[in-house]
């Protein structure tokens, strides 16, 4: 009997559950705000809404803030150069020292490219000892570098100088006439390998691969001008430094 009544209870539930209107089941699954309050479920997404407008408007000032702190920071650090120049000036005028320019200035028709004078005579094809022998009589030499910096620097002048697109290499001042495999700069100095200096032939071996063929070094216009080893006897453009 007692378990008859038990069932007839269960079934009452579930069935008042089953039957709840929708509004009850909305607030239930939207509660308003507050308790004495009816909101409709727009003024809910509305104030919903509001609240995270309000975070983000949070948010914005504290990368405002931060924005000021970072220019702040620039500042300083901008004014502190500026110190250390006018200081490092001042001890140079007390002792009799000029300001030294970084930037040459260049007799034409050689170009002022970092530190130094460059001429690339572009019409100009011969081996390489007669182009090294040109660039002497201009009181230059045949051009090297040391860095990817320098080298970039030298494409830039090359490409802007044979802006037609001739298809020219271009000698530069190294070889390993003197020990093959040895790579020096005519300054005496250590070529650099690799890359982003060498090429290679046709995509396969790395330059240089010309053995006791190939000694003198230049830069290959149908590989870029990435840096190849040609037989001494070629013909390129001289590209002068000074
Ligand atoms: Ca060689």
Known sequence: MLSSLALVLLVTLAASDAMKDPESLQSEMFPPIHPNCTQSLTDYILLRQEVQLSKMAAAEEVRTQ??????????????????????????????????????????????PVGASCLLLSLGQKEDWASARQFCVGKGADLAHFSDAAGYAAILDYINKINSQNDMVDVWLGGTDEALEGTWLWVTGELMPRGTPFWGSSDGYEAAPDGGR??????LYKRDQYYMHDFRCNGSAAPLCQK
């Open 66 to 111: 931060l924005t000021r702190e970072n220019l702040q920071v620039l500042t300083q650090v901008r004014d502190a150069l500026s110190q250390v120049s006018e200081t490092l000036t001042q001890r140079n005028q007390v002792n009799g020292n000029s300001v030294v320019e970084t930037r040459r200035t260049c007799d034409p028709p050689f170009t």
């Open 213 to 218: 063929s190939q000694n003198c070094a230049g």
